[in-house]
């Protein structure tokens, strides 16, 4: 909508700008791993950095989250009826979010709400009061594939304003009407600024040099894949340890589950994975999903096969790499789809 | 806008003990609120969550049906901790509903033909909803015979007794039910669903089945079936899965890219059949 330049000693004002009356968020350097939290200053946030290790999905989906709560007394008038949580009493801003991580939180928008009954008002209402300005990737891992998923180092998907640091300033660029309001006083970009993020843009894009081809999977039918003998070679080295739905920004599998202490009753809701056996398990002992290769080609098919094929080819992946680089087995997502793909 | 994750609160009116081994129990359901229960529009073949504060939520098929009035009927087999919760519970006693969930038998689109029914052992729940649906006065005439073939190990494990009994004398459908083995007292069929079904054999044309039981029950009874000539696309099956939102979201119900709990659980054969057998 609008390109504005924001100098970098004009920052600090323009935080405060964002907390006045938001919780604000950023990248921050913890105990030598970068992860999410409240900031005031830009001096507090990163700005060189590759990528938080968890993806920030907490802030929509929590790892755990209280529901609804009851009186957990049965007789009583209001005893064991559930009333839901109150929603987010304070806007949101994300600033300095991957655009891999937006776009997987627009890919999970239509998972989480597709009608009137699947329409998750605990992850609709953080959404819709968060505001997500991304900064753009100049320096892109080895193990990022955005660009063969659909996504860029650069990509608006999902943003209300994207930051692009150009040296000395950052050139910003709205996409939403809550975005183009926070640029609203910046001074105006020049076209010597516009060309050189275009230019960065380029270079951060020739730097991604791995990634995935799709074209075959769409290609074929859910049986081919699901046949193919491909698993029993991925399914030796996994362990089911599950690290790789944990930092997965579109992994969104969950339990609920109900707890009571006393009077107090709440039902809350976990992440869970589809790497665990208990996970599809029935009452009976029954297990659809019994054995290890039944789980890790769960993970996989799902993401490029079941989701593109009932949200209109949109790949549930937005090639992070973080699975990449945190599997205690080195399973790379990038070399299965490519088998998938043969 | 509704938060569908929210049971509606219900008490339990009457609990009736089922089956010679009382693992299963009914429940009649009575809404709280009079907008709940109007809200609540379900047709056979759907399910929903049933809502035990503390212990949890169970997906039980939906055993009655709306021309029944606005109380809800599940039967109930007591497995977990929450179906062992419930059977423990007594009427007056307050719990939740979450639903109608999931898509329904395609009995609007069977309209004018032939229905044949085949149920094995409790998945016969959503059947009996379906029944009486078909019987009801308002619907009878939009189809033409009705077949129920139902079995269960004894005659002491059959549910709804009373209800097939007067199906059978009404002339409205026929009714074949079945036990596995000869019993003391039992005058009526003996011998497994699909031999029973064999001996029935039901005509394809211009037809429907809807088929529900254990898996091994579906193995022997589908291939009755293709010897009578029925296609794929004719016979319709309800799968179930473990679930946890009923709203195609948690991510384990699901098979292939088909949720159970969103998609199904009504699926036909040929469906199925493109699919992984992850049920």
């Not at chain 1, 009186?71 to 109150?86: C, R, T």
């Not at chain 1, 080295?237 to 790789?244: A, I, K, M, P």
């Not at chain 2, 919760?85 to 609007?108: E, F, S």
Request: aromatic share 8%; hydrophobic share 35%.
């Amino acid at each position: 909508m609008s390109h504005k330049i924001l100098a970098k000693d004009k920052l600090d004002a323009f935080l405060q700008g964002l907390c006045r009356d938001q919780d604000l968020f950023a990248p921050v350097m913890k105990d030598g791993k970068v992860g999410w939290a409240p900031v005031t200053t830009a001096a507090e946030a990163l700005w060189e950095f590759s990528n938080s290790e968890l993806s920030p999905k907490d802030f929509f989906f929590p790892q755990t989250e209280c529901m609804m709560r009851f009186k957990n007394v049965q007789g009583d008038p209001q005893g064991m009826i559930m009333q839901a949580e109150p929603a987010l009493n304070k806007p949101r801003v994300l600033l300095n979010i991957r655009p891999c991580d937006a776009k997987a939180f627009q890919v999970l928008d239509m998972i989480f709400v597709q009608d009137e009954m699947t329409n998750d008002l605990y992850w609709r209402d953080k959404r819709e009061k968060t505001t997500l300005i991304g900064l753009a990737c100049n320096d892109p891992c080895p193990t990022c594939f955005c660009t063969t998923v659909g996504s860029n180092p650069h990509g608006t998907t999902g943003l209300d304003v994207l930051l692009t640091d150009i040296g000395d300033k950052l050139v910003a660029e709205s996409f939403t009407a809550k975005g183009e309001a926070l640029l609203k006083e910046l001074p105006e970009v020049t076209r010597q600024d516009l060309f050189q993020a275009g230019e960065l843009k380029k270079a951060a894009e020739a730097k991604i040099t791995s990634g995935v081809a799709v074209d075959k999977i769409n290609a074929a039918t859910v049986m081919e894949l699901y046949d193919a003998p491909l698993w029993d070679r991925v399914m030796e080295s996994c362990l089911n340890c599950g690290t790789c739905t944990f930092c997965c920004p579109t992994c969104h599998c969950f339990d609920i589950q109900d707890e009571t202490q006393g009077e107090a009753g709440r039902r809350v809701r976990n992440w869970d994975y589809c790497m665990s056996w208990l996970f599809t398990m029935h009452g009976t002992g029954h297990n659809p999903r019994g054995t290890k290769k039944d789980r890790v080609r769960q993970r996989f098919m799902h993401k490029f096969k079941y989701i593109p094929v009932k949200r209109g080819g949109e790949i549930g992946c937005v090639g992070c790499g973080r699975c990449v680089q945190l599997c205690p087995v080195n399973i790379d997502v990038r070399k299965v789809v490519n088998d998938m793909n043969a | 806008m509704r938060n569908t994750y929210i049971p509606y609160p219900v008490s339990i009116k009457e609990v009736r003990v089922e089956t010679e081994d009382k693992q299963l129990k009914s429940f009649w359901l009575q809404f709280l609120k009079n907008e709940d229960a109007q809200a609540f529009n379900y047709k056979p073949g759907q399910f929903a969550e049933l809502s035990i504060s503390g212990y949890g939520e169970i997906p039980i098929g939906i055993a009655s049906s709306p021309t029944e009035g606005r109380d809800l009927l599940f039967t109930v087999n007591k497995v977990g901790s929450v179906s062992s919760r419930l059977h423990n519970m007594k009427a007056g006693d307050i719990m939740g509903v979450r639903g109608p969930l999931g898509n329904c038998y395609p009995l609007k689109e069977a309209q004018g033909k032939n229905i044949v029914i085949v149920a094995g052992g409790f998945a016969v729940t959503t059947l009996r909803s379906t029944m009486n649906w078909l019987l009801h006065p308002d619907h009878r005439g939009d189809y033409g015979e009705i077949t129920f073939i139902y079995g269960a190990r004894t005659p002491g494990m059959l549910l709804y007794t009373e209800e097939w009994t007067a199906w059978q004398q009404s002339g409205q459908a026929k009714v074949c039910v079945t036990v596995d083995r000869e019993a003391p007292g039992w005058s009526g069929l003996v011998g497994f669903v699909p031999t029973v079904t064999g001996d029935v054999a039901p005509k394809p044309d211009n037809a429907i089945a809807l088929i529900c039981g254990p898996p091994i029950m579906i193995k022997f009874t589908q291939p009755v079936f293709d010897k009578l000539g029925w296609q794929s696309d004719q016979i319709i099956m309800s799968l179930e899965n473990r679930m946890k939102c009923g709203i195609g979201i948690c991510g384990r119900c699901n098979v292939g890219p088909e949720y159970v709990c969103k998609d199904g659980p009504v699926f036909t054969k040929t469906q199925l059949t493109s699919l992984p057998q992850e049920y």
